[in-house]
Structures are given as structure tokens and as C-alpha cells.
């Protein structure tokens, strides 16, 4: 299999190689769909503790990780069922989070899979810090993602440290083995050298740094696209701090970055990297947006992140319903591109980065489910939908990818990227409650006051 994701920098696409306790008994996929007149209450709390499965019954045993991917059919064409994905893993820390405030699991039985987690993390191999996009579940080691990205992957790192931020937070006031977990958790999160990876001073950040390859990578971390967060984590820094001026020119562009397109009548606000007419795939509007609130937050360029993303889901969502291809279940209750397994010519499984002007009729779950805070009766009209349609459903809630164009196409498939974000971003929408853990963090605090964000949310000024 390869894995195929959109190139952030350019409008080419690159291309590279690509149980424990139970929550419940694993069910066969007509048992998931449930009845119409479940709440919608009732819905929510369905998929999320779904989506939880992924990271609690279905984790690599060694590490407690998530997996790269989890495959119902067990058959997995690359050997790699024991390689843990580190962004994926840090937005499973959040959605196990969500799973002990809600009450699917308990509150011990987290913190003892959590302080595993920490355990392996902090003897798995670093780079100036940073862990590489895969690792060996199995022994720690870095598993290459592509011949020359066998180092440290620096916006992966971002994602899976918010998740270590979240989880600090959430414990750090706990019992005697709470405190001990989330000591785990500060000692990992200052370890990180963000300021390495400028490159010996540059003022940007950079993607990827090898051991072995250096800086050939060569990939810097330009806006408009999934990786603000790096920056804010970079910024936030009480070791190996950036300042505001590597943000001002790196993500920024020096403020070129700024777009005063339109589409369907929304503003873009920003040039998303090779996507400027409709926007890049929504998990631009995702992945960063774990932690970091949008909502009413600013800075010198941007007057709310929260319309910036709304804006972008918006016109996925009007793009669909438009339907130009005339793909065939397109439509208000059936919506969303973004990253995610995919339908290849033949009709084999793929991977791709979908977007409306990479669309081929693949509709991946995690698009809507994961928009909930921006489009809260989009989403819900989807996830009701969606359930409705028992091919669907598997054992972790909806598959990554589906096509009823491609009579009723599905893998029985799941990938921890996708699916570890419906949970915690459901739960933003519900209740805000990773924004807070996230957004009262101190450091965060002093960082967004750094690269001048403000929040009176939070009190950010």
C-alpha cells in the first residue's frame, strides 16, 4: 500500500511508503446502527465512545499507543499492525480523556494505560526531542515513513504533545499516581527542541530533521494548512522557545499568507497551500483545533479563527451539496473531504488526500464528525445518516472511508488520524472541554501572548 498525502508546501502531491481491557465485547456492525429516534444527545455519546474503541480495545498492546491503522479484516498488505502513529496517538490521549470524563472508562484504569503510554514514549527514540511520524509499537524504534523522513517529524510531535499537554493538565491536582503521570507528561513536553528545527537559526520552522539525512528533507513550515499548532507549541516552549518574529516570517509568510478570495460568499481569509479556491482537505480545520480554542481567537493577522474554519468546512459542505461531478449520494446528510483511505480506479483500497478539487466520489466519516464545533446540524445531520447505513458501521464506529457512488463501497478499515479526532472534537462542541484543559495550560498561556493571540475567552490580551 502507499500512503498518499497532499503536499502542504506546493500543489504536487508526495508520495511515500506507506488486547487489553474491553470497552465492550466487539459488536458485529448491524448491532451499531441504531434506532431513529435516539437523541441526539444519545448519538453523540454513541460515536464517541465508538471512536474510544480504537485507542482502548484495539491499541498496540506493548506501547498502549494508537496504531497507524486497525484493520477489521485483519489483513494489513505492509506487516505494519505493530506501528503506532505519534499524531494519531496524541489525539487517542485526548479521546481517552474525553472516555474518563464521560464515563465510559474509569478514571484508574486511564491513568494506568496513560502512565504506560508516558513510560514507552520516554524510551522510544528522539530526535533533538522530537519522535518520528512512526514508531516500532514493539521496541521504540523509529520506523522511516519515507527513505529520508526516518528522523524526527516535528508537526507530529506538535500533535502528539498537545495530547501530553491535555493529559498533564487533567491529572496534574489528582492522587499520589495521577501527580506521578502528569510529572511524566511536563518531563516529555520540555524535552522537545523545538528551536532546533529552524535550522540553525532560520526564521521558520522546519518538518523534518534525520540523524542520517539532515536537513534534506528540506520542508518549512509555511502557512496556510494543518500546522499552526507546531508554532504555538514552538512559541510555548519553557526550554526551546521560537520567538514571534520565526512565526511572523515563517508561518505568515510575512503576512502574505492572506487571502481575500471568496467562495459560495465565504471569505478564505487565508491562501490555503495548493487549494485556493475551495480549501485544503478539513482536516486543516481539525487537527490543530484539538487544543487550541478558535473560538473568537485572534491575532495581528487573523480577526477569528473560529470563522477562518468555518468558512473552509462551510464550502466542503456547499461543494458537496453542489455536487459538479454528480457523484451519486452527494448531499446535505452525505458530506466531507478530507485525508483518508480511498477508492482506487480498479476499485482496490488507496489512500488519499481528498478535497474538492481532488474528489473522487470517497466521502471519509472523520470530514463531518470532526466539524461539529463549526457545523454543528451539518454534522449531526451526517452522523445520523451515516448510522443509518449498516455497511458502514464497524466495530469503531464509522469506517474511514465510503462511497455510495461505488454501490455502497467501504473497507472495513479505520486509521488513528481519522478516528481520533470525532471524539474529542464532538467534545469541544458539547462542551469545550479539551479547549480548557489546553487554553489554561500556562505555558500556552505565555505563548499565545508571545506571537500576540488574543482570547478574552481566556484571558489572553
Known amino acids: 500500500m502507499k500512503r498518499i498525502i497532499l503536499s502542504i508546501a506546493a500543489t504536487s502531491l508526495l508520495i511515500v511508503s506507506c488486547k487489553n481491557s474491553q470497552i465492550s465485547k466487539q459488536e458485529s456492525p448491524q448491532k451499531s446502527v441504531v434506532k431513529s429516534n435516539i437523541t441526539d444527545q444519545q448519538l453523540m455519546d454513541k460515536v464517541q465512545k465508538d471512536a474510544l474503541k480504537y485507542f482502548w480495545d484495539y491499541a498496540e498492546p506493548n506501547s498502549m499507543l494508537g496504531r497507524e491503522r486497525y484493520h477489521e479484516d485483519n489483513i494489513y498488505p505492509d506487516n505494519d499492525k505493530h506501528v503506532i502513529t505519534t ?153 526551546y522557545s521560537i520567538d514571534a518574529e520565526t512565526y511572523e516570517k515563517g508561518w505568515t509568510r510575512n503576512g502574505t499568507y492572506l487571502s481575500d478570495r471568496e467562495k459560495y460568499g465565504l471569505p478564505m481569509y487565508v491562501k490555503h497551500n495548493g487549494a485556493e479556491e475551495y480549501g485544503g482537505p478539513l482536516f486543516w480545520a481539525q487537527y490543530s483545533y484539538i487544543g487550541l480554542d478558535p473560538t473568537n481567537l485572534s491575532d495581528k493577522l487573523i480577526k477569528n479563527y473560529f470563522d477562518l474554519n468555518k468558512n473552509q468546512v462551510l464550502i466542503d459542505y456547499k461543494y458537496c451539496v453542489e455536487n459538479p461531478k454528480q457523484w451519486k449520494g452527494y448531499g446535505p446528510n452525505y458530506w466531507g473531504l478530507t485525508a483518508g483511505y480511498s477508492r482506487n480506479k480498479d476499485g482496490s483500497v488507496g489512500y488519499d488526500a481528498h478535497f474538492p478539487q481532488n474528489d473522487h466520489g470517497v466521502i471519509t466519516s472523520t470530514a463531518a464528525l470532526s466539524s461539529f464545533p463549526y457545523t454543528p446540524k451539518e454534522s449531526m445531520d451526517f452522523l445520523r445518516f451515516i448510522y443509518s447505513k449498516p455497511e458502514f458501521i464497524g466495530s469503531a464506529g464509522p469506517y474511514d472511508a465510503t462511497s455510495i457512488h461505488y454501490n455502497n463501497w467501504t473497507t472495513p478499515r479505520y486509521l488513528a488520524i481519522d478516528q481520533g479526532t470525532i471524539s474529542p472534537m464532538i467534545e469541544n462542541y458539547r462542551t469545550g472541554f479539551l479547549w480548557k484543559l489546553f487554553m489554561n495550560a500556562p505555558e500556552i498561556q505565555k505563548g499565545l501572548k508571545k506571537l500576540s493571540f488574543k482570547s478574552e475567552k481566556y484571558n489572553i490580551k
Open 87 to 239: 499524531g494519531g496517538s496524541g489525539f487517542g490521549l485526548a479521546t481517552i480523556l474525553v472516555g474518563v470524563e464521560r464515563g465510559f472508562i474509569s478514571r484508574k484504569d486511564a491513568v494506568k494505560r496513560l502512565t504506560t503510554a508516558m513510560d514507552f514514549l520516554a524510551k522510544a527514540d528522539r530526535h533533538k526531542g522530537a519522535w518520528s511520524h512512526w514508531i516500532n509499537g514493539e521496541t521504540g524504534k523509529t520506523v522511516p515513513f519515507g527513505k529520508k523522513d526516518n528522523g524526527g517529524d516535528l508537526v507530529e510531535t506538535a500533535f502528539l504533545t498537545t495530547g501530553i499537554i491535555q493529559v498533564r493538565e487533567y491529572f496534574k491536582n489528582g492522587n499520589a499516581e495521577e501527580k506521578a503521570l502528569a510529572k511524566k507528561c511536563d518531563e516529555l513536553w520540555k524535552g522537545i527542541q523545538w528551536n532546533w528545527y529552524t535550522k540553525g537559526g532560520e526564521k521558520v520552522l522546519y518538518w523534518y530533521w534525520s540523524p542520517e539525512y539532515q536537513w534534506e528533507m528540506n520542508f518549512p513550515l509555511e502557512g496556510y494548512n494543518e500546522c499552526l499548532i507546531t508554532y504555538i507549541l514552538a512559541a510555548s516552549s519553557p526550554t
